[in-house]
C-alpha cells in the first residue's frame, strides 16, 4: 500500500461518516424515498469523498458510507458488505481492484464522473459487475474554466498575484494579447469544445477552429485538419477522452507543429499531453503558455495534501515534471478543478443516484450511463 493510501487509512476513523448522524433534512429525504420504493442507499460506499463534496453526496445517498480514502486494491475491503461502490476520477479501479471487491460482494462500481479510463471494464465484465457513470455534468462549468485558463496565461493573472505578495507593483513581463480576432483551435468538439468555442467565439470575437473525428452539425466553427489547426492557432484547448488514438497526441512532433508561442489548454485528460515535451517547447518558446487542469501522473498528487508531511513522506511521492512545471512562470497547473461547481456536483450526486436506483431497480439498463452491464 503506497504511504499516501495508508495515511488515508490511518484517518479512517474520523473520514468514515455514517450518514445517520446527520441532519434531519437529510432523514426526510430518506424517508420521502423509501415512501416511493426506492433503495435507501445504506448498501453504498463511497470513495474518496471529499469534504467539498459531502453535502452533495449526502443529499443524494442518505443512508451511504462515506471515506475520503483513494479506491484500490488496499482499500476496496473497506467496502466489504455493500452491493455497490462509487468511486471517483482518480481512484484505481483496475483488474485487481475489481477482483478484490467483487470478492467483497460488490456488484455495482458508480463512478460520479464521465471518464472510466481508471476502469478496467473487461475485469468488471468478466467479474459480474456493473459500471455505471455521470455522461455529463453541466460542460459548461468545464468549457467556462478552459476559458478562465486561457485568459489567466495571456494576462499574466497568476504572476500579477504573486508579485502582489512580494509587494512588487510593476508591469514588465505582463503585456497581454487582445484575444479578439485571435484563432482558437478547439479539439475535441463534443460538449464541453462547443462550449468553450461558444464563448470563444461569441465572447472573445475569436476566430473558431475545430478538429474532431466525428464533425458536429452545431459547431460554431470551422472543422480543418489537426496539422492546419495546430499550425494556425493562438490558444489551443483540448476537449478529447483519453483511448489509445488520443494517448500522448501533443507530443514533440505536434509541438513542433505549432504556431510560435501558442497557448495550449488541457482540461481533458493528462495523459493527452506529454508534459516532458510540453515542458522543451515552453523553454524553447514555441509554446507561449501551458494551462493543466489535468496531468499524467496527477493520480500521485492531485486531491491530497503534502504541506504538512516530513520531507522523507514527501519525497516518496516528489514529482520532478510536476516540480518543473510549478516552477515556470507561463504555465497555470490547478488540481481538477474544472468540474468544480455547485452545479456539476448537484448534477453528478444526483444521476449517482438515479444510477444506483436504476440498477436497483432491475429494470433494464441502458443509456450513456451504462459502461459495463453485467446485470
Ligand atoms: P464528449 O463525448 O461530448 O466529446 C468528446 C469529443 O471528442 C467527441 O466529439 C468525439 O467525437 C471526439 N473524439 C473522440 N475521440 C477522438 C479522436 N481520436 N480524435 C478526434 N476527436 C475525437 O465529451 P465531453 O463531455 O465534451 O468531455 C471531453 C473530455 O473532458 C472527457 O473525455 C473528459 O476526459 C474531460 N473532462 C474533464 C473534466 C475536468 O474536470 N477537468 C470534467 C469532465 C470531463
Given amino acids: 500500500m503506497s504511504t499516501v493510501a495508508s495515511a488515508l487509512l490511518a484517518s479512517r476513523p474520523r473520514a468514515r461518516l455514517h450518514a445517520r448522524a446527520y441532519s434531519s433534512a437529510r432523514a426526510r429525504a430518506a424517508t420521502s424515498r423509501a415512501a416511493v420504493g426506492e433503495p435507501d442507499g445504506s448498501d453504498v460506499f463511497v470513495f474518496s469523498a471529499h469534504r467539498y463534496e459531502l453535502p452533495t453526496l449526502r443529499a443524494a445517498l442518505p443512508n451511504a458510507s462515506f471515506s475520503d480514502a483513494r479506491l484500490d486494491a488496499s482499500t476496496a475491503k473497506l467496502a466489504a458488505g455493500c452491493a455497490a461502490v462509487c468511486a471517483f476520477v482518480d481512484d484505481d479501479v483496475g483488474a485487481e481492484t475489481i477482483d478484490a471487491l467483487a470478492d467483497a460482494g460488490a456488484r455495482l462500481v458508480l463512478m460520479r464522473c464521465a471518464g472510466f479510463d481508471n476502469v478496467d471494464t473487461t475485469r468488471a465484465r468478466e467479474r459480474g459487475m456493473t459500471v455505471m457513470r455521470v455522461p455529463a455534468y453541466d460542460p459548461l462549468s468545464i468549457s467556462e474554466h478552459a476559458a478562465a485558463m486561457m485568459m489567466s496565461l495571456n494576462r499574466h493573472l497568476s504572476e500579477s498575484r504573486d508579485r502582489l505578495r512580494v509587494g512588487n507593483f510593476t508591469l514588465d513581463g505582463l503585456v497581454g494579447t487582445s484575444l479578439r480576432g485571435k484563432t482558437v483551435g478547439v479539439v475535441?468538439?463534443?460538449?464541453?469544445?462547443?462550449?468553450?468555442?461558444?464563448?470563444?467565439?461569441?465572447?472573445?470575437?475569436?476566430?473558431?477552429?475545430?478538429?474532431?473525428?466525428?464533425?458536429?452539425?452545431?459547431?460554431?466553427?470551422?472543422?480543418?485538419?489537426?496539422?492546419?489547426?495546430?499550425?494556425?492557432?493562438?490558444?489551443i484547448s483540448l476537449h478529447l477522452p483519453l483511448t489509445p488514438e488520443t494517448r500522448g497526441m501533443i507530443n514533440k512532433n505536434s509541438i513542433g507543429k505549432l504556431k510560435q508561442g501558442a497557448i495550449l489548454i488541457n482540461t481533458s485528460r493528462g495523459a493527452l499531453v506529454e508534459a516532458r515535451a510540453?515542458?522543451?517547447?515552453?523553454?524553447?518558446?514555441?509554446?507561449?503558455?501551458?494551462?493543466?487542469?489535468?496531468?499524467?501522473n496527477e493520480n500521485r498528487l492531485f486531491f491530497k495534501d503534502f504541506s504538512g508531511m516530513d520531507t522523507k513522506d514527501r519525497m516518496l511521492a516528489w514529482d520532478e515534471t510536476m516540480a518543473i512545471l510549478g516552477s515556470m512562470p507561463q504555465v497555470l497547473v490547478t488540481p481538477h478543478t474544472a468540474f468544480l461547481t455547485k452545479e456539476a456536483l448537484t448534477e453528478i450526486a444526483?444521476?449517482?443516484?438515479?444510477?444506483?436506483?436504476?440498477f436497483r431497480s432491475g429494470a433494464s439498463l441502458e443509456g450513456d450511463a451504462v459502461v459495463v452491464n453485467a446485470r
Avoid: H, W
Fill in 278 to 296: 510540453a515542458i522543451d517547447g515552453l523553454v524553447s518558446g514555441r509554446l507561449g503558455a501551458l494551462g493543466l487542469d489535468v496531468y499524467e
Fill in 350 to 358: 444526483n444521476t449517482t443516484r438515479n444510477n444506483y436506483v436504476a
Fill in 188 to 235: 475535441g468538439t463534443g460538449k464541453i469544445g462547443r462550449g468553450f468555442a461558444k464563448i470563444c467565439g461569441d465572447g472573445f470575437q475569436m476566430r473558431v477552429l475545430g478538429y474532431d473525428k466525428f464533425q458536429k452539425d452545431d459547431f460554431p466553427g470551422e472543422y480543418v485538419e489537426l496539422d492546419e489547426l495546430l499550425a494556425t492557432s493562438d490558444v
